[in-house]
């Protein structure tokens, strides 16, 4: 069986006046039907604009994106258009959600464009869904009488009210409580085995990219490699104490769990106090011969 998704040597470049900012690096991806698949890397990887390719956001600067079969570059606005209504359901980060619908008429809006079910069936799904995700009372609502919380419960409900064979989540759980993220993932993946809908989502969570099958790490652009998600987070990664972000290089990394207070490693070596230690804080930028021997 053909991948849904195949990216073939993608580049995109952002021109800011005469400066080109390279977002993508010649990446090459497959993503096989019926996946649960994470993209993590730190902020300013690529993640967001590779889930923009991948969902017909955006076009790449060059090179290949190919979806459910369809090389996107060869499609003209029409077909985009009924590739992103009819297959693909995007959860953006930023909610983009309709200020002036009720909650109910956001999660509506995709249906009435398919023109595929009747009011009937349209309530009966759209409500379903809001007690799926926790807003069920909040159907008359209008966006800008929810939390950021509740905003994303009703961009997560919208994306999947179609059924669609691809959903791309741009940090699916960042605005939301730990009870609630878990909810939102628990659905995704009871999607993904009943209707083996396909979900790609990026996440720093490593509570979220546990349940992936699969985590592609990317960094500076480019393609680092696919692991597991054990491999990804990593019995060394998570210590006692405080969770460590999986996606930050080693050697920016704390020694969390350990005792005393975490140091900030971005401060110069010089400048770092020795926390943890009997006495009060010593403050490096105060001038040495004016501190007071305090203790």
Request: aromatic share 4%.
């Amino acid at each position: 069986m053909p991948p849904i998704v195949s990216v073939r040597n993608a580049v995109k470049n952002y021109n800011l006046g005469k400066v080109v900012v390279p977002a993508l690096r010649d990446v090459t991806l497959d993503v096989e039907a019926g996946a649960f698949l994470s993209i993590a890397g730190p902020s300013g990887s690529g993640k967001t604009t590779l889930l923009n390719l991948i969902g017909c956001v955006d076009t790449p600067t060059s090179g290949a994106v190919v979806v459910d079969g369809q090389d996107t570059s060869k499609l003209s606005e029409r077909a985009l258009t009924s590739l992103r209504l009819n297959t693909i359901g995007f959860i953006f980060q930023s909610f983009n959600l309709v200020s002036v619908l009720t909650v109910f008429q956001n999660i509506e809006l995709p249906l009435l464009l398919q023109r595929k079910l009747s009011s009937a069936e349209r309530k009966q799904r759209i409500q379903g869904l809001l007690d799926q995700v926790g807003i069920g009372s909040y159907a008359k609502h209008r966006p800008t009488e929810l939390s950021g919380g509740q905003r994303q419960r009703v961009a997560v409900a919208r994306a999947l009210v179609t059924r669609p064979k691809l959903v791309l989540a741009d940090e699916p759980t960042a605005n939301l409580d730990s009870v609630t993220g878990q909810n939102i993932i628990d659905l995704m993946k009871e999607l993904n085995r009943s209707e083996g809908t396909t979900f790609i989502f990026s996440t720093h969570d490593a509570n979220v990219m546990k349940h992936a099958n699969a985590v592609v790490r990317l960094a500076d652009g480019k393609f680092v490699d696919r692991v597991t998600a054990a491999q990804a987070i990593g019995s060394h990664e998570v210590r006692a104490g405080s969770p460590v972000d999986p996606t930050r290089p080693a050697q920016s990394r704390v020694k969390e769990g350990q005792a005393g207070s975490p140091v900030d490693p971005t401060r110069p070596a010089q400048t770092r106090v020795k926390e943890g230690q009997a006495g009060s804080p010593v403050d490096p930028a105060h001038p040495a011969q004016s501190r007071v021997k305090e203790g």
